[in-house]
């Protein structure tokens, strides 16, 4: 199962150790994948989803997403207000880290509106770049 990790830049550098464990990440399921038009569609959806997340419920700085393709195991779907959203039951496994995803520089000061609750802070972040990282960069992120 791919999984959309809503994380700060803090946690770059430990996630590829195997022992990184956050609580809850984001994942396309049945229904949400046939109420989308592709694939792509809806894995950018749930990105997008776990990217705000970590800026909204984590206070990260900017938006920082990691994504691992995990056994599904270790995700149960969670009862929360998101339909994507699974809690995580053990830590990811260093070799799951696929790449991840971090706001363009700049993105900073919406960052911090958004999480004040400005609302036009959040569409312009929406409507900023996510940048893509390698697993094999994330220690030299932050």
């Known amino acids: 199962m791919r999984i959309y990790v809503p994380a700060t830049p803090g946690d770059l550098a430990g996630a590829r150790s195997g022992t990184w464990a956050p609580a809850r990440a984001y994942a396309v399921n049945a229904d949400l994948a046939t109420s989308l038009e592709d694939d792509e569609v809806a894995d950018e959806?749930?990105?997008?989803?776990?990217?705000?997340?970590?800026?909204?419920?984590?206070?990260?700085?900017?938006?920082?997403?990691?994504?691992?393709?995990?056994?599904?195991?270790?995700a149960t779907p969670a009862s929360s207000r998101h339909p994507a959203a699974v809690n995580l039951t053990g830590p990811i496994p260093a070799d799951a880290v696929v790449c991840a995803f971090v706001d363009e520089e700049g993105a900073e000061s919406d960052a911090r509106a958004a999480s004040d609750g400005d609302e036009e802070a959040v569409m312009r972040l929406e409507l900023r770049d996510l940048l893509w990282f390698d697993a094999t960069e994330l220690a030299d992120l932050d």
């Not at 990105?47 to 970590?54: K, V």
């Not at 990691?66 to 195991?73: L, Q, R, W």
């Open 45 to 74: 959806y749930v990105r997008d989803t776990a990217a705000l997340a970590s800026v909204l419920d984590l206070g990260s700085p900017r938006r920082v997403v990691v994504v691992a393709d995990i056994p599904d195991s270790l």
